[in-house]
Structure formats: structure tokens, C-alpha cells
């Protein structure tokens, strides 16, 4: 237990101590003294519980605010609009081999990002005992590991054998970049809209080449 934790458990129990020594000064019926310290005892509780894992709620608040961004995507035709999110970037709802993930559209990323996590919950197969590439990212150097992505679909636009790279150090970003943006007939911000619109000769992006 960490020392603000156990701060956080001294509090409760002055606190809790105080309602019952308030309650029974009253000289109140037994049965209502216990109701009231029990009532007492789950709200500060649950305030403690909120007070220690404030991260984690706000973590959660983020990302439920972040989904409900990605609700913003719309199709007319083959072609995608996505409004920009209240961060500022435009996050696009791809299925990554059949699996549904939120995936930040970065024009400044040469390849298609893949958390470790994301790799593996879609299938995505990486070989960290391979030689890594090294990328440079807005905290610094990472490793990461080439990896192919069999189908990348954004809505009506596809992709399949499309390269990638895997690290730890993605965090729980993953990132569509410009092999799969380059592949478009076009891309382009509107009024706050990203607009993707499909080649003239269909809807799934050219083959992808090596990312070296």
C-alpha cells in the first residue's frame, strides 16, 4: 500500500469514526445509529475507491469519449468522411483482419502502426527475435518489428498484405499512415472532415511494397 493509500484509509476511518461519534451523541435508536454508520461507511468507500483509482476512471472517461468520436465516421458512396475528434486528429473505425479497432489516420507516419496488443488480439504476426526498425516517434527513438496485415478495411475501402510495424512502445495507439493513404485516389481535409475517396479502378488500394 502506497503512502497516499494508506492516508486515504486513516481518512475513511476518522471520517466513519466521527459520523457514529455524531450519531450516538444524538442518543438515537441502535438499529438507526447502525444503518447510518453503514451508510456512511459505503459512501466514504466509494469515495476512497474513486479517490485511488481516479486514473483508471478517467482513463475510462477518455475512451468513451474517444469511441463516441469515431461515430462520426460516415460513407456516401465509396467514399469516407471522418470528423476531426476533440484532440484534434481524425480516427478512423478499421477492421484489422476481421477485428474492429479505433486507428489514428496520421499523414506524417510512412507506414500503418500496430500497438503489441492490437498485433496480437487481430492475428498479426511479428518476430521479435528479428532484426527491429528503428522509428522515430514524439518520445524518441522505439524499436519495432516488421509484421503484414492481411486485410486492413476502413468502411468500404480495402486493403490486403499491407506492411507493418509492431512495438510495445505504440502504447495503445495504432496508426494508419501513408502506405495506405498513398494508395487512395485522394486525401484531404474539408471544414474539419478528412475525406478518403477510393482509386477509379476500384476500391482496395494497390499492393504494398517493403517498408525499407
Known amino acids: 500500500m502506497t503512502d497516499g493509500q494508506s492516508a486515504g484509509v486513516i481518512f475513511s476511518v476518522l471520517c466513519l469514526v466521527l459520523a457514529v461519534g455524531s450519531l450516538a451523541g444524538r442518543r438515537i435508536p441502535l438499529s438507526f445509529a447502525v444503518k447510518s454508520a453503514l451508510a456512511w461507511a459505503a459512501i466514504i468507500g466509494i469515495i476512497y475507491l474513486g479517490v485511488i483509482h481516479r486514473s483508471a476512471i478517467v482513463g ?29 486528429h481524425y480516427y478512423a473505425r478499421a477492421t484489422i483482419n476481421g477485428v474492429t479497432r479505433s486507428m489514428m489516420i496520421d499523414s506524417g507516419a510512412t ?14 504476426k511479428f518476430d521479435k527475435n528479428s532484426e527491429p526498425v528503428q522509428l522515430q516517434t514524439a518520445n524518441g527513438m522505439v524499436d519495432a518489428w516488421r509484421a503484414t496485415i492481411k486485410q486492413l478495411d476502413i468502411d468500404g475501402l480495402h486493403a490486403r498484405d499491407i506492411k507493418a510495424v509492431v512495438s510495445a512502445k505504440f502504447g495503445d495507439v495504432d496508426v494508419i499512415g501513408m502506405n495506405f493513404l498513398s494508395r487512395l485516389r485522394s486525401w484531404r481535409v474539408e471544414n474539419g472532415t478528412l475525406v478518403l475517396e477510393p482509386t477509379e479502378s476500384g476500391n482496395e488500394p494497390n499492393a504494398d511494397t517493403d517498408l525499407t
Open 60 to 88: 475510462s472517461f477518455n475512451d468513451f469519449e474517444h469511441w463516441a468520436s469515431i461515430g462520426k465516421q460516415q460513407t456516401d458512396g465509396k467514399t469516407i468522411r471522418i470528423a476531426q475528434s476533440d484532440d484534434g
Open 111 to 124: 507506414t500503418v502502426s500496430l500497438s503489441e496488443a492490437t498485433a496480437n488480439a487481430v492475428g498479426v
